[in-house]
């Protein structure tokens, strides 16, 4: 179904008006009382709105929707394509595109590079350097204008000393007026720097703002804005500048013959399978955490175990010696920032909440359904901590086909 | 896995750690900073007795001596200062110094924690010295020297590490998640001594002159942009209630056990 | 022939023995110069007798068995070996005198019959080894003499039993001589006779005595060379003879709560071990209860041996050990030799935290967030004042130059709990119309739980800062929640010329309910316990205050059993949660057993820390209220004490 309607003024018109013919109330609004007069229920007028407050909607917009809209067949709206034919210079982005795919990141340095290119008179396009295979589906609305892609073999490692040849090569070729970098622990931070103490330039860092012919970056490790001139190469931070949106780009395929050479001092060896209980609470995306209401410990690290997370654990259960020390979580033990915490049977003591305040979604498993943890919790399960946990492992076990393909999408985080 | 750490590391390693004045970042105040006292915990682990600890910058300062104290109170005995004049880049006088010393291995944090803070010192360096970068490494697994090779752990997100071989002599960068440093003990930081070395060559920062420094302004978080066509869509998302403003209760184990499923597939945790 | 024979005889061992014991005492006394020098207090040396008859017996007497049986042995002992020097070595006769030595050593004999008693079935705390020996060898040298006397009193025939007795006479003799005499300067459990009798003369602690008070910790010289103690040399002189004055009575054990919880501390142990650092030897020979969970003995010889000086961590005591102290100084309250474990624990925490750089746990974490932010969790100095952003509170520098309560915040500041206690605290004061202001921003850490880990230099830092900055400002007292800040405030900065009139927030609100500026509800019913904080009640001996206050409000405190001086630590002193040494069980939940126990459903504290610790037990368990909130609570009505909190504004 589409959520774009189109509008049917005759049917609103009707709606409206109650006293058309064809008017049908949708709820009676006027009965007859007991008395026999006509009584209209003003409650029953209006709905609530987002902010708690009664609205009356007396467009007939709300009629209309139930009555006279018919839903139209769902149209992708079509983007202007935005076409740079002959560019008077060029933009280079050597995006990150981790599994191929462009994480918000990397669209937010394309779309910095795309005000850029269109920011004077002259007009730039934007070419982006992609290593490795290119599974992204969105690429068209990324901006990218041309797209250069070095896709052998040896890019499917960290071959960061490589890359680095390439596009110092791609410079000296295509001579762009700016190149920029995501400033992230995926690559780009690494590869700009590379890059800039190859050409003897100098970098801005950590660029989160530019404005004219100025930019602003973050000195101090974070605690200074530094304002200076718009420079060469930029790293540039997330949330650097808004992603394309409204336009279509060409990702003309741009073939330049690089060969660069140069000696490949690093060797990747490849990840290493880390133990997610190895992993460092504070850094952990996923913590599974286990607190006084918990009966079966070995089920609870059975869990934690099928499902992949760090164990982590209130202070009470590190007290009791169930789990060692440095995996309390909370202001007296860790402060972490997992993505999603689940919190089996703790309650939720105040330093605890301290500790998880920039857990972005928690989970709360627990008997007690007044607790502070479930307040907090964006998702409760009230009941035996045991029989829950053992239903999720259930789903797990009979879910593992569905979560193999759930997994073929590459995470980045 | 991560712990078995062979001992092959060879004997008569050459390294050298560059250590810089930290900055709490709440407090402003001085410290060791915390990815260079890393470093530096990394190299006592490896090289305690052929280590050599260098700091580029001013003496004049006595908050600077304070730190280079608290370096020492890891139980360091000698510390070697290059005199380096406020304002100045360091990049040069440690070029020297490092050409002299020839190190098999360049331990230093990622970046330092004032001033400029762009991280770029070990790429000059490498660059200059022609010596392999590593950056973000978390431990050194072993160094050989007869094979002219080492292996280092690299940290990637979310506590995920990769494993690189690397030609010597190479300069890494300690990323925070490597092994804490030890505790600063007041008796041998008060009883360790200072070697200071004048710097002949200098190269004063222009570029940093003309530079507007303030206190990080707050960055606003991103709002969902929301390409309304029409005022009354616009209305609609101005009033749109906020998302997971209470969160939802289940009663039902296998429901809940459900919904907490979708949840981590959502979020593409599992 | 016997009758002239035994007493030259006697003489003559008496004399070699007295000789020994001389050259005996003259070593122990090098021993103890091993020691770094310490100030003499010759005038303690005249004192002895009193400070053992008065100060050292008030602590013995809370055991009136052992007591009793103490003055009957000692006393006994004491008039015996007078009156036998006397007659055998000075050659002084007369029937006066036997007939002294015989009731002497009939007293000694009964005293020493009572000891035995105990000893049949002794409890856990107290040690044996030679220590079981010797109310036998008491028994001999009392019945001995006693019956040597008889003779020369005529109660008996001169020639009574012949050779047989005599030769048994002199056997028990010399056993009695060897244990008394020579024991007591060569090692012997008599040791703590004399050295102990030293002890009480020449304390480092002189205030101690005659009913004063010295808790205070000793500040430490940071240009030394060496800080703190690695190796028994390293004590004062006076601490090692103090070592030696230990009688192994057990007390400090019974008291101890890192024992009790099973954390492998025991104060006697650890005094013991002290001596073997000093003396040499091996702690195989401790027959006393041993550090829980650490086996004495296990350890190899090498490494656990006494002999020439050894460092004492790691070699002589498991790091761990000292680490288990919550400085609650219960053993020092009860030690009946006045013995200051506390000061030897901190002395070689100092070693370890700025030499070593091993303070355990979070330690480390806490020194360095409290050089870096002057709090021990690491939060922005500037947003110490956010808890009151909402209260007014006229501060020092900013509103006021002068005021007459300075209202010490303390690291409550940053906990959300600890927060209702200040802020019910700002209501009372206003309530009261006290004119008072905070340092605000510029309060730092008291510096007690740095000084408490071992870094000195940290602390020292602390307390001059803030001297320096409440040296700006005019203020007659100080008034803090925080018994540890009391503390520091009251006794510890005073060396470094910080005299101040601290008060305690419960002894500064008991003068203002007694001269009626608050007045305080006495109708509701409250079944309700108090726990004594450590800081407050030992360290500074306030156990009053805070129970009028709570009669005042009309409840009845259903004391528990271990209150006032022998009220059990919450686990939270001395940075134990800090280092978190593990045991079988933690501190808090025995002492909310103790609570429980009484069945009341609200322990009320004094101390932020107290309360952190109990709230951290696992409910169902009585509620934890600060007095501070239960005043506010009983705040009498018909003062509207809110509105005057809230139209009262400060300039």
Same mark, same amino acid.
């Given at each position: ?113 795309? &005000? ?150 690093? !060797? ?82 105040? !330093? ?5 305040? !920039? *857990? ?10 007044? *607790? ?27 879910? &593992? ?13 | ?270 | ?30 021993? @103890? ?8 207090? +010759? ?20 055991? %009136? ?21 006397? #007659?055998?070595?000075?050659? #002084? ?23 035995? $008693? ?20 008491? $028994? ?34 010399? @056993? ?60 004062? +002189? ?73 460092? #004492? #961590? ?5 790091? %761990?050990? =000292? +680490? ?29 935290? $700025? ?18 932010? /002057? ?24 509103? =006021? ?93 005073? /060396? ?5 009139? =601290? ?121 934890? %209220? ?26």
């Amino acid at each position: 179904m589409s959520d774009i309607f189109r509008r049917d003024p005759r049917a609103e018109w009707i709606a409206r008006n109650r006293l058309h013919p064809q008017h049908v109330p949708q709820e009676p609004l006027v009965l007859r009382g007991p008395t026999g007069l006509l009584r209209k229920n003003p409650h029953k007028i209006g709905f609530i709105g987002p902010n708690g407050i009664k609205r009356i909607d007396r467009s007939g917009a709300s009629n209309a929707n139930q009555l006279g809209r018919k839903a139209a067949k769902q149209v992708e709206v079509e983007l202007p394509l935005h076409q740079v034919d002959s560019p008077d210079f060029n933009i280079l982005v050597a995006v990150d595109a981790v599994g191929g795919r462009l994480s918000s990141h990397d669209r937010d340095t394309l779309g910095l590079a795309h &005000t850029l290119a269109n920011k004077g008179d002259e007009k730039g396009a934007v070419i982006a350097v992609f290593f490795d295979d290119i599974t992204e589906e969105n690429l068209e609305t990324a901006g990218i204008d041309s797209l250069i892609h070095f896709d052998d073999k040896g890019y499917k490692s960290y071959n960061p000393e490589q890359r680095c040849a390439d596009l110092c090569e791609l410079v000296t070729t295509l001579r762009p007026k700016h190149i920029l970098l995501p400033d992230s622990i995926n690559g780009g931070a690494d590869l700009g720097r590379r890059l800039a103490a190859k050409m003897n330039v100098r970098p801005a860092c950590n660029v989160w703002k530019v404005t004219g012919d100025q930019l602003i970056c973050r000195g101090g490790a974070g605690k200074t804005d530094i304002t200076r001139p718009l420079s060469k190469l930029l790293l540039v931070m997330e949330e650097c500048s808004e992603p394309v949106s409204d336009t279509r780009h060409q990702n003309m395929p741009l073939s330049v013959d690089v060969n660069a050479q140069c000696q490949l001092k690093i !060797q990747d060896l490849g990840n290493i399978s880390v133990d997610p209980n190895e992993i460092n609470l504070a850094e952990a995306g996923f913590i599974l955490s286990g607190g006084n209401g918990i009966t079966d410990w070995p089920k609870f690290h059975l869990a934690a175990k099928t499902l992949g997370a760090t164990e982590g654990a209130s202070r009470v259960a590190v007290d009791d010696g169930f789990m060692p020390r440095e995996r309390q979580v909370g202001a007296t033990g860790t402060w972490v920032t997992a993505k999603v915490y689940i919190a089996v049977g703790i309650s939720g003591a105040i !330093q605890h909440m301290q500790g998880i305040g !920039q *857990c972005h979604k928690v989970v709360a498993i627990n008997s007690d359904d007044s *607790c502070d943890m479930v307040k907090r919790a964006d998702l409760s399960a009230i009941g035996d901590s045991s029989e829950i946990l053992d239903e999720l492992l259930n789903l797990m076990q009979g879910d &593992t086909g569905l979560s193999e393909q759930g997994n073929t999408e590459v995470k980045y985080a | 896995m991560l712990k078995d750490i062979s001992k092959t590391t060879s004997k008569n390693i050459k390294m050298s750690v560059l250590i810089s004045v930290g900055e709490h970042p709440l407090s402003a105040r001085p410290r060791r900073a915390e990815q260079d006292a890393r470093a530096l915990e990394l190299g006592l682990k490896l090289a305690p007795e052929s280590l050599k600890i260098l700091y580029a910058g001013s003496t004049g300062d006595s908050a600077a001596t304070e730190v280079l104290k608290e370096y020492m109170g890891m139980g360091i005995d000698q510390l070697e200062v290059l005199d380096v004049p406020p304002k100045t880049d360091v990049t040069l006088p440690l070029l020297e110094k490092l050409q002299q010393d020839c190190p098999d291995v360049v331990l230093t944090g990622i970046r330092a924690e004032n001033g400029e803070s762009s991280g770029m010192l070990p790429y000059l360096l490498s660059e200059q010295l022609n010596m392999a970068m590593v950056p973000a490494i978390t431990d050194i697994l072993c160094i050989d020297k007869t094979t002219g090779f080492a292996e280092v752990l690299q940290a990637l997100p979310r506590g995920q590490r990769r494993k690189v071989k690397v030609n010597l002599p190479f300069i890494a960068s300690v990323d925070m998640a490597a092994a804490a440093p030890r505790q600063s003990a007041y008796g041998s930081a008060m009883r360790g001594h200072l070697k200071i070395d004048p710097v002949t060559r200098t190269m004063h920062d222009a570029e940093q002159e003309q530079w507007q420094i303030s206190p990080a302004q707050a960055r606003p978080k991103r709002l969902k942009i929301v390409k309304a066509k029409t005022a009354a869509d616009r209305f609609k998302a101005a009033t749109a209630k906020v998302q997971g403003g209470s969160g939802k209760v289940i009663y039902d184990n296998k429901e809940s056990a459900e919904a907490i499923l979708k949840l981590l597939k959502d979020e593409k945790v599992l | 022939m016997v009758a002239d024979f035994l007493p030259n005889l006697i003489s003559i061992l008496i004399l070699v023995s007295v000789v020994l014991a001389i050259v005996g005492a003259v070593r122990r006394v090098k021993l @103890w110069r091993q020691g770094q020098p310490s100030t003499i207090h +010759w005038a303690g040396l005249l004192a002895i007798p009193r400070r053992y008859l008065v100060d050292l017996h008030h602590v013995v007497s809370s055991d %009136k068995y052992i007591s009793n049986t103490h003055v009957a042995t000692a006393g006994g002992f004491v008039l015996t070996i007078i009156s036998v020097v006397l #007659i055998y070595l000075l050659g #002084i006769s007369g029937s006066i005198l036997n007939y002294a030595l015989l009731t002497s050593s009939a007293l000694m004999f009964v005293g020493a019959v009572f000891v035995l $008693l105990r000893r049949r079935n002794p409890p856990a705390n107290l040690s044996r080894g030679p220590w079981s020996r010797l109310p036998f060898s008491l $028994l001999i040298f009392s019945s001995s003499f006693f019956v040597l006397t008889l003779p020369a009193t005529g109660k008996l025939p001169a020639d009574t039993g012949g050779w047989m007795l005599a030769i048994m006479l002199l056997v028990g003799i010399a @056993w009695g001589v060897g244990e008394m005499f020579l024991g007591m300067t060569w090692g012997g459990p008599m040791k703590h006779a004399f050295a102990g009798a030293l002890h009480l003369g020449l304390h480092r602690r002189q205030e101690r005595f005659g009913g004063g008070r010295s808790t205070g910790l000793k500040s430490l010289n940071l240009q030394k060379d060496k800080l703190g103690v690695e190796k028994a040399d390293d004590f004062k +002189w006076n601490q090692l003879l103090s070592f030696d004055a230990c009688v192994e009575c057990g007390r400090c054990e019974k008291a101890c709560p890192a024992f009790a919880a099973g954390q492998p501390l025991n104060p006697k142990k650890l005094i013991q071990d002290m001596v073997v650092g000093m003396a040499g030897g091996s702690d195989a020979n401790f027959a006393g209860s041993p550090y829980p969970g650490v086996d004495v003995g296990t350890q190899p010889a090498s490494t656990y041996k006494g002999g020439e000086i050894i460092p #004492i #961590i790691d070699v002589l005591v498991p790091a %761990k050990t =000292v +680490w288990s102290c919550t400085t609650c100084r219960a053993c020092v309250q009860e030690c009946p030799m006045m013995i200051e474990h506390v000061d030897a624990i901190v002395d070689m925490r100092r070693f370890e935290t $700025l030499e070593k750089g091993q303070t355990p746990g979070k330690g480390a974490e806490v020194l360095e967030n409290l050089k870096t932010t /002057d709090n021990p969790n690491g939060y922005a100095p500037e947003s110490r004042m956010n808890w009151a952003a909402d209260q007014n509170l006229a501060v020092f520098g900013e509103h =006021v130059q002068q005021a007459d309560v300075l209202l010490w915040i303390g690291d409550a500041a940053f906990d959300m709990r600890n927060q209702r206690t200040l802020r019910a605290m700002v209501s009372l004061l206003r309530a009261a119309n006290i004119d008072f202001a905070v340092l605000g921003d510029k309060e730092c850490d008291s510096g007690d739980s740095a000084r408490r880990l071992g870094d000195e230099a940290t602390f020292q830092r602390l307390a001059k800062t803030n001297i320096t900055t409440m040296q700006q400002y005019q203020f007659k007292h100080i008034v803090t929640a925080d018994p540890h800040a009391f503390h520091c405030l009251k006794n510890e900065y005073q /060396d470094f010329g910080g005299h101040y009139d =601290v008060y305690h927030h419960t002894g500064f609100f008991a003068d203002l309910v007694k001269t009626e500026k608050i007045k305080l509800d006495n109708k509701k019913e409250l079944s309700l316990t108090y726990h004594d904080p450590c800081y407050l009640g030992r360290y500074n001996g306030e156990y009053d205050a805070p129970r009028y206050l709570l009669e005042a409000m009309g409840i009845q405190i259903k004391e528990m059993e271990r209150s006032k001086t022998k009220a059990r630590c919450c686990g939270g002193g001395g940075g134990a949660p800090v280092t978190d040494i593990p045991g079988t069980q933690r501190i808090p939940d025995m002492r909310m057993d103790d609570a429980k126990s009484t069945s009341a459903e609200i322990i009320a504290v004094g101390c932020p820390q107290c309360s952190l610790m109990l709230e951290g037990v696992v409910e169902p368990r009585p509620d934890v %209220k600060d007095i501070a909130e239960l005043m506010l609570d009983a705040l009498s009505v018909q003062d509207s004490p809110l509105e005057i909190s809230l139209v009262e504004t400060h300039p």
